[in-house]
């Protein structure tokens, strides 16, 4: 079972940026899948999340990004917009269900002018 996160880099603030998680061994469709990132000196906290086909999003990041995912690439995304520092983290992108539990390998969203 593999999730490779990809699509971080460096933006500028206001800018946007797709991330993509795709995944190998594990069918996403039959798992609660999410977006959680890591900044500096903090602790890992979760963004989003998929479960039950139903779309969550905490406050720092509601109305600026958008999760999704497509079952036929197997693959999960994250839109970012309106990207400011405090965004500045590496995004793990993780699959759960009972008994499972498994991480991206974590990809760098550096956001500065």
């Known amino acids: 079972v593999q999730l490779q996160a990809s699509g971080g880099g460096l933006v500028q603030p206001g800018g946007s940026q797709r991330l993509s998680c795709a995944a190998s061994?594990?069918?996403?469709?039959?798992?609660?899948v999410g977006w959680f990132r890591q900044a500096p000196g903090k602790e890992r906290e979760r963004i989003s999340c998929?479960?039950?086909?139903?779309?969550y999003y905490e406050d720092p990041v509601k109305g600026r990004f958008t999760i999704s995912r497509d079952n036929a690439k197997n693959t999960l995304y994250l839109q970012m917009n309106s990207l400011n520092s405090e965004d500045t983290a590496v995004y793990y992108c993780?699959?759960?269900?009972?008994?499972?539990?498994?991480w991206g390998q974590g990809t760098q969203v550096t956001v500065s002018s």
């Open positions: 998929i479960t039950d086909d139903t779309t």
């Open positions: 061994g594990v069918g996403l469709d039959y798992y609660a």
């Open positions: 993780n699959a759960w269900a009972p008994s499972y539990n498994y």
